[in-house]
């Protein structure tokens, strides 16, 4: 078996700072995507990669940047921090969005 | 674009209770439907999926049978225990977008002992 490993579980940054979450999987599957969760609101796509230095905008990526260097990661860049927000992300990855694979998530608090 | 509406944001139950789940979804093609379960501290996982009209996904005792006519996929449990409370998502993936996966807005279902 396989397993996403996200870092760091916890993450909490000031308002307007510019904050990396971090992805890795080794499943060897070729497509890998981050999720924004948030209560009643279940899980947006942020951004997806199919393949490595592929990158495709999800319904949620205006304030975040995404990039995929090599096919095991795939990194998430929220470029400038909302005061209050609180949110999970959740990397996952997939062959070809059959059976999505997840980490267990970051948990970002912007004070 | 496509969508899934699940009905219930919350739902609480007994042990032993009938469990029903709404799940719509909305999508231009032929959809592969699945319903994932989340537990506290964990990233969702697959409870089962279905890819064709009339097929029914079944696992633990849970099962869903894809409904093109009325664009459903119920989750539904015939007896509920305590160890089955979590967050449940409904979800859809398009056939010709191939790696995008929709979710719907979740159920977080709690059981009664």
């Known amino acids: 078996g396989g397993i996403i490993t996200q870092t760091p579980k916890f993450l909490i940054g000031q308002e307007g700072q510019k904050l990396t979450l971090k992805c890795q999987q080794n499943?060897?599957?070729?497509?890998m995507y981050w999720y924004r969760q948030d209560s009643g609101k279940g899980l947006r796509l942020i951004y997806y990669?199919?393949?490595?230095?592929?990158?495709q905008k999800g319904d949620l990526s205006e304030g975040y940047d995404a990039s995929r260097e090599k096919k095991s990661s795939f990194s998430l860049t929220v470029t400038s921090a909302q005061k209050n927000e609180m949110a999970v992300f959740l990397c996952?990855?997939?062959?070809?969005?059959?059976?999505?694979?997840f980490g267990h998530g970051t948990k970002l608090s912007v004070l | 674009g496509d969508s899934v509406t699940q009905t219930e944001g919350q739902v609480a139950l007994s042990e032993e209770d009938f469990l029903t789940i709404h799940c719509n979804y909305s999508?231009?093609?032929?959809?592969?439907l699945f319903w994932y379960v989340q537990y506290p501290g964990e990233g969702p996982q697959l409870l089962f999926r279905?890819?064709?009209?009339?097929e029914k996904g079944s696992s633990r005792g849970f099962e869903a049978t894809y409904d093109k006519g009325t664009t459903s996929f119920h989750l539904r449990k015939a007896s509920v225990q305590e160890s089955d409370s979590a967050v449940y998502y409904c979800?859809?993936?398009?056939?010709?977008?191939?790696?995008?996966?929709?979710f719907g807005g979740g159920t977080r279902l709690t059981v009664r002992p």
């Open positions: 279905a890819s064709r009209d009339k």
């Open positions: 996952a990855s997939s062959i070809q969005g059959e059976r999505l694979f």
């Open positions: 990669s199919i393949t490595e230095n592929d990158l």
């Open positions: 999508a231009s093609g032929y959809p592969t």
């Open positions: 499943f060897n599957h070729d497509t």
């Open positions: 979800a859809l993936s398009e056939g010709n977008a191939g790696a995008k996966l929709t």
